[in-house]
T-cell receptor, first 117, second 114 residues
Framework: GNSVTQMEGPVTLSEEAFLTINCTYTATGYPSLFWYVQYPGEGLQLLLKATKADDKGSNKGFEATYRKETTSFHLEKGSVQVSDSAVYFCALRPNPINTGTASKLTFGTGTRLQVTL | DGGITQSPKYLFRKEGQNVTLSCEQNLNHDAMYWYRQDPGQGLRLIYYSQIVNDFQKGDIAEGYSVSREKKESFPLTVTSAQKNPTAFYLC?????????????FGQGTRLTVV
């Protein structure tokens, strides 16, 4: 079956530090890959996405590149801010060619990021 | 504005009671989902529906029930058979069959057994 593995948190960084949150996946064919962010007490918001190999998703200074050869989609940001403190989820969505409908998302366990001054 | 609305935000249940969580969307999405979130376990799929009047069990459906009588609505009932219902529940919707379309989430309902 499909699965997503994320690095365990919490990740604690000082403001302006470089961020990497690792994400690897197992899936048939070429899934779509997503990063979602969850602020305390709220639902999930899409942060960025990539739908094919070598695509780079980016938003709000965050980036992630779809690496088929290493089945990875690591999240990076060059300079984090206190306002980036949240839980980050990596997720995949199967290719409809493989599953017919491709509706279901599979999530990683989430990585909590804490940014301090 | 288009979006997904979950209500209530907080819900308290007594032992042996059934409770129903509401989820409404005006995004015209065909597919809707219910996830349960527990600390350290990420999101687990309870039920999903790809069209009206049809739904499928997810990974942890025991103790839950759903209905999909209207495209916009996908309520979740937590029954007394669910032995550990205290959790954060998230509803989502998407367009099925489109690999580049993300799921949109509601703000969640926090259910506590008292």
């Amino acid at each position: 079956g499909n699965s997503v593995t994320q690095m365990e948190g919490p990740v604690t960084l000082s403001e302006e530090a470089f961020l990497t949150i690792n994400c690897t996946y197992t899936a048939t064919g070429y899934p779509s890959l997503f990063w979602y962010v969850q602020y305390p007490g709220e639902g999930l918001q899409l942060l960025l996405k990539a739908t094919k190999a070598d695509d780079k998703g980016s938003n709000k200074g965050f980036e992630a590149t779809y690496r088929k050869e290493t089945t990875s989609f690591h999240l990076e940001k060059g300079s984090v801010q206190v306002s980036d403190s949240a839980v980050y989820f990596c997720a995949l969505r199967p290719n409809p060619i493989n599953t017919g409908t491709a509706s279901k998302l599979t999530f990683g366990t989430g990585t909590r990021l804490q940014v301090t001054l | 504005d288009g979006g997904i609305t979950q209500s209530p935000k907080y819900l308290f249940r007594k032992e042996g009671q059934n409770v129903t969580l509401s989820c409404e969307q005006n995004l015209n999405h065909d597919a809707m989902y219910w996830y349960r979130q527990d600390p350290g376990q990420g999101l687990r799929l309870i039920y999903y529906s790809q069209i009206v009047n049809d739904f499928q069990k997810g990974d942890i459906a025991e103790g839950y029930s759903v209905s999909r009588e209207k495209k916009e609505s996908f309520p979740l009932t937590v029954t007394s058979a669910q032995k550990n219902p205290t959790a954060f529940y998230l509803c989502a919707s998407s367009t099925p069959g489109h690999r580049n379309t993300e799921a949109f989430f509601g703000q969640g309902t926090r259910l506590t057994v008292v």
